[in-house]
């Protein structure tokens, strides 16, 4: 008896030893899983403090930021911080628009891209030019251009991400490479980024009003003079969520340069630059000088035209993006691009044409 004993307390020792080093093993490991997770996800967020200086205050907090080169629009600086990703330290959240203060501390974390989770689309395009930079390219009318409610699953953005390799990411995840937007029913010239800083320099330009764009565009009736302007600003329409207006009270600038370029019966072919890049500028414009844009049934452009015994049918809004001018971001080259009226719109101009100008009447 006395000799069993012993041997149970070395038994005893060594279980207890093994049952120790396993507790530690385990522990260790969370440990390093720990400080693993934590040094991925250091790795996925750029982290950086920023103080306001005296020259700096009064400024409001994405304006500034927008000035820091951080790689961001001041659109996505303001998600940012709508999301909690940007804080001025001592509040507890603060609004794009907060005004800092000499000595404020603002705490900049910008989260990794989201993946992207669009699936690429071997969709046509046309594209009239194209570098390591930036693509230009062709729109067709009824193709919308990044998804959105109601338009999720072919895009132009799907067609883009089977043809490139690499999109700018400044346009988020939804819209990679868009740097501005043409309606659905709208065709023509589209420029696309395919790095940030190429975004970030062509979005500096449509701000500044140095890209030139020209539309043509079919619209009713005729003007009393041939050439014109007007600087009316747009917003939302106060009761049509999804129309705009240039009654809204909080509308921004729209300034639309137009010439008429042919006169014919019940309606007129239209040259069109726009200065600034509001939401349907041109069909809002032309409908509140009481020309619509043919075809365009959400500002009262007619779908058809019955003139006589003829009726023309308007398969979409007669506008398309026909010239685009911009300095190349990279290259400092001024580059310009003309395209040409596309079937659908020409066969309604030939029809038009065919006609007898007789009395101009209202072509409805």
């Not at 969370?30 to 991925?40: E, I, L, R, Y």
């Not at 804080?87 to 507890?92: A, C, E, H, L, T």
């Amino acid at each position: 008896m006395p000799k069993i004993i012993p041997q149970l307390i070395e038994k005893l020792l060594v279980i207890v030893h093994f049952l120790l080093s396993l507790a530690l093993t385990v522990q260790n490991k969370k440990k390093d899983k720990s400080v693993f997770g934590k040094a991925c996800t250091e790795k996925s967020l750029r982290h950086m403090q920023i103080e306001v200086k005296s020259n700096d205050a009064g400024k409001r907090l994405d304006k500034f930021l927008a000035s820091k080169d951080l790689g961001l629009s001041r659109s996505g600086i303001q998600r940012l911080i709508r999301d909690g990703h940007i804080k001025v330290k001592g509040y507890d959240k603060t609004p794009p628009r907060f005004k800092i203060r000499f000595g404020d501390s603002i705490d900049v974390r910008i989260p990794a891209p989201k993946p992207l989770v669009i699936k690429a689309i071997p969709i046509p395009l046309t594209i009239v030019y194209e570098d390591n930079h930036l693509l230009v390219l062709e729109k067709p009318a009824g193709l919308v251009v990044h998804p959105g409610a109601g338009n999720e699953d072919y895009t132009l953005v799907h067609g883009l991400l089977w043809h490139c390799k690499d999109l700018s990411g400044i346009g988020g995840y939804l819209r990679p490479g868009i740097v501005h937007r043409l309606d659905k029913d709208t065709s023509g010239l589209l420029v696309v980024a395919k790095d940030d800083k190429t975004h970030l320099r062509l979005a500096e330009q449509f701000k500044t009003g140095t890209v030139k764009k020209t539309y043509l565009a079919l619209v009713r009736g005729h003007f009393p003079d041939r050439s014109g302007r007007l600087d009316a600003a747009i917003g939302r329409h106060p009761i049509n969520r999804k129309k705009m207006s240039i009654r809204s009270r909080n509308g921004k600038a729209a300034l639309t340069e137009w010439q008429v370029l042919e006169e014919l019966r019940g309606a007129s072919l239209m040259s069109v630059k726009i200065h600034t890049g509001r939401t349907h500028q041109i069909r809002v414009h032309m409908s509140s000088m009481g020309h619509p844009v043919l075809g365009d049934s959400l500002y009262g452009g007619p779908t058809e035209f019955r003139l006589d015994h003829t009726l023309i049918p308007i398969p979409r809004q007669m506008l398309h993006a026909s010239e685009l001018q911009f300095i190349h971001p990279i290259t400092g080259e001024e580059k310009k691009w003309e395209s040409q009226l596309p079937e659908d719109m020409s066969l309604v101009l030939d029809k038009l044409r065919s006609l007898d100008m007789g009395d101009p009447g209202s072509g409805v």
